[in-house]
């Protein structure tokens, strides 16, 4: 089967209360009624999912983080199960601000294998953050991004490995990083590529092209068909722009026209 195009909002820690987030979900349904090509999917705030979920059947929902493990005495962690058993779908794992203290307390490569783990038994679908936080002119952020996929994947089985997405975030040009830069089109495709590879070299080709790679960092509506089009991957991950439903709904827009 043909891979769909793939949106991804990453609401962060917005909106501020559930009635707005619910509006905001409620606008972008209803203006997506048309779109068949490209799956959109919402990552909200946990608190949010149990609201939205009966918002929109069409909107896929995803989670922005869950717990290494097992339904636990873990105070305030979420399972990955217990997001499966509430409707979710997807859950990002390993993103940049969760690597990075104070957010997420300095995830390693290791606890992000665990979280992919333990979210693939429980049936969710692991949208994986992987990135360099700097280009340096020796390059060895290519060795830095095949690390991360390694070990993230580690003991992951080769089926698995088609079922998750990649989602290629390089950190100097997320939005949130201080002094950040854009990235290009080109710069997505040469890591797209590079991921493909090391997907093969762990897993088979085969499985390797079946797995969606997205990029993330920046995206607005201005370069969304540029990074689509050139940029050698599958879909979106999309952080500032998502918090304004009107520019998300370009970029699902620009995704579903482009997609042939
Ligand atoms: C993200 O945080 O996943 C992201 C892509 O953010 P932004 O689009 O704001 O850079």
């Known amino acids: 089967m043909a891979k769909r195009n793939i949106v991804?909002?990453?609401?962060?820690?917005?909106?501020?209360?559930?009635?707005?987030?619910?509006?905001?979900?409620l606008n972008i349904a209803k203006s997506i009624k048309r779109i068949k090509r490209t799956e959109v999917v919402i990552c909200p705030p946990f608190l949010y999912l149990e609201k939205l979920?009966?918002?929109?059947?069409?909107?896929?929902?995803?989670?922005?983080?869950?717990?290494?493990g097992e339904v636990g005495p873990f105070t305030g962690e979420v399972s990955a199960e217990m997001l499966y058993n509430l409707g979710v779908k997807y859950v990002i794992l390993g993103h940049s601000e969760r690597r990075?203290?104070?957010?997420?307390g300095g995830e390693t490569n290791e606890i992000v294998n665990k979280k992919i783990k333990s979210a693939l038994l429980s049936g969710l679908v692991p949208v994986i953050c992987i990135g360099e936080k700097e280009r340096d002119e020796?390059?060895?952020?290519?060795?830095?991004?095949?690390t991360q996929v390694k070990e993230c994947l580690k003991g992951v089985s080769k089926e698995s490995i088609s079922k998750v997405i990649i989602a290629y975030e390089p950190v100097w040009s997320i939005s949130s990083t201080p002094s950040r830069r854009d990235a290009t089109a080109a710069d997505s495709l040469e890591m797209a590529v590079f991921i493909r590879k090391v997907l093969s070299d762990i897993s088979s080709p085969q499985m390797a092209s079946n797995t969606r790679i997205l990029?993330?960092?920046?995206?607005?509506?201005?370069?969304?068909?540029?990074?689509?089009?050139?940029?050698?991957?599958?879909?979106?991950l999309v952080g500032r722009a998502s918090i304004d439903p009107l520019k998300f709904l370009e970029i699902v827009k620009i995704c579903e026209a482009l997609k042939s």
Do not use: C
């Open 215 to 236: 990029y993330g960092g920046s995206v607005t509506d201005r370069d969304a068909g540029e990074f689509l089009t050139n940029g050698g991957v599958d879909g979106l």
């Open 138 to 146: 020796k390059h060895e952020y290519f060795n830095i991004v095949k």
């Open 53 to 68: 979920k009966k918002v929109s059947r069409k909107i896929m929902l995803g989670a922005q983080n869950a717990y290494p």
């Open 8 to 25: 991804i909002a990453n609401w962060k820690m917005n909106p501020s209360t559930a009635t707005e987030a619910g509006k905001w979900l």
């Open 100 to 104: 990075s203290p104070p957010a997420g």
